[in-house]
Every structure is written in structure tokens, then in C-alpha cells.
């Protein structure tokens, strides 16, 4: 596809489930950034990779938080045992290569913990 | 950006007004800032973005300032359109040398009036 995909749209899970989310970067874009967007928030950045590696993993606020990245292309996040507060958007974007330019962002994984 | 919690800070204008919006940004080493236009629904769309060699870019009906001196950024839209509804996020980089990892504000709802 011409932009950045991500699934699911929505996860609906109870408390103490696994989910894991998906993002299909542009088609030769290297680098790749997730970041999560809690409701009427900012954005807050998770990881950030340059092809398959994972060089700022900063952003995950706890272990149960792991993301890869295989082939240079799609990503997956995954939250391990989720508690209500992983309750959010997840995004993805993705850019042609390192550094400063414009970040193309996908519409998100709306998450929902029950 | 400070966080408004869901009471985002909204301008409303009236179509055909110019808008602006501002931002005041907190890392004075920033090199690279950016804003966005996120609808409901949707992920973060690309606006405009400067480089800090420059205090002023024009897009088409955008135009951002840069003030490096009080670390203030302002998008300006001119002829505001229902079309323009949003959220507005500005966003800036860590610094030189790094790999475009967006610190974002909290965003500014826009609401055009007919």
C-alpha cells in the first residue's frame, strides 16, 4: 500500500492477556517509530529502529513491553499480561532513512483493556 | 508541550479567518521541529516542519515561525476552511545528531465555524 498499515484497528482484551500489534512500514522506508497516545494526549515516543535493529528502546515503559522488527519491514509490538493503564492508540510511522524529516504516521491500534 | 489531560485547549474561528496556534517548545538543543494535523480517527497527517537555520517556512495557507530566543513555534493558517477542523500537534527532536525521535506537545483543538 502506498502509506504506513497497521492491525489491527481496534483489540478489544481482558486484563492479564497478551496482544500483539502490527505495523507495515512504506515499502523502503528504514526506519520505523512506535509510539502510544493515551485519550485527549500527546503522543509519547516507545522505540525507535533502524532497519532490524532497535537502537532506543527508551520509550517502553516496562518489560511487558517488547517490539521486532524482521526483514527491514514489518514490526510488531507486544504487550505481555496488559493492565487497564495499556488502555490507548499505539502508532506506528516510518521515514526513508535516519534523521531529521517528516515521520509518516499510520491511524493506529486502538487498544481497550477490560 | 505540557499535558492537558483530556481538556485539550481549543481556538475557534470563523471560516474564512486566519488561525493561529501556538507552541512553546522546552529543548533549547531542538534542531527540527514539525506539526501535525491529527482528525478523529486518524493518525498524526504532516503540515509543515523547519529547520532551526530558519525562523519562518511557507506551505500552502501554512506558514510556521520559529522564535529560538523564547523557544516559541506558531503555525499560522491562513482562510481557515471547515476542512481544517483538528488537532494540532507540534512536535521537536531531541537535538543534532540524533534520529528524529518527536517529543510531542498536547495538542490544540481547532474548530471552524461556518
Known amino acids: 500500500g502506498a502509506g504506513v498499515s497497521q492491525s489491527p484497528s481496534n483489540k478489544v482484551t481482558e486484563k492479564g492477556k497478551d496482544v500483539e500489534l502490527r505495523c507495515d512500514p512504506i515499502?523502503?522506508?528504514?526506519?520505523l517509530y512506535w509510539y502510544r497516545q493515551s485519550l485527549g494526549q500527546g503522543l509519547e515516543f516507545l522505540i525507535y529502529?533502524?532497519?532490524?535493529?532497535?537502537?532506543?528502546k527508551s520509550g517502553l515503559p516496562s518489560d511487558r513491553f517488547s517490539a521486532e522488527r524482521t526483514g527491514g519491514s514489518v514490526s510488531t509490538l507486544t504487550i505481555q499480561r496488559t493492565q487497564q493503564e495499556d488502555s490507548a492508540v499505539y502508532l506506528c510511522?516510518?521515514?526513508?532513512?535516519?534523521?531529521?524529516?517528516?515521520?509518516?504516521f499510520g491511524d493506529g491500534t486502538r487498544l481497550s483493556i477490560l | 508541550g505540557e499535558s492537558v489531560g483530556l481538556h485539550l485547549p481549543t481556538l475557534s474561528v470563523q471560516e474564512g479567518d486566519n488561525s493561529i496556534i501556538n507552541c512553546a517548545y522546552s529543548?533549547?538543543?531542538?534542531?527540527?521541529f514539525i506539526w501535525y494535523k491529527q482528525e478523529s480517527g486518524k493518525g498524526p497527517q504532516f503540515i509543515i516542519d523547519?529547520?532551526?537555520?530558519?525562523d519562518k517556512r511557507q506551505g500552502q495557507r501554512v506558514t510556521v515561525l520559529l522564535n529560538k530566543t523564547v523557544k516559541h513555534l506558531s503555525l499560522q493558517i491562513a482562510a481557515t476552511q471547515p476542512g481544517d477542523s483538528a488537532v494540532y500537534f507540534c512536535?521537536?527532536?531531541?537535538?543534532?545528531?540524533?534520529?528524529?525521535?518527536?517529543?510531542f506537545g498536547a495538542g490544540t483543538r481547532l474548530a471552524v465555524h461556518p
Open positions: 529502529f533502524q532497519g532490524n535493529s532497535a537502537p532506543d
Open positions: 523547519i529547520r532551526s537555520n530558519m
Open positions: 512536535a521537536e527532536n531531541e537535538g543534532p545528531g540524533g534520529y528524529n525521535k518527536l517529543i
Open positions: 529543548n533549547s538543543a531542538s534542531d527540527y
Open positions: 510511522a516510518s521515514t526513508p532513512r535516519r534523521g531529521n524529516q517528516p515521520q509518516h
Open positions: 515499502s523502503g522506508h528504514t526506519a
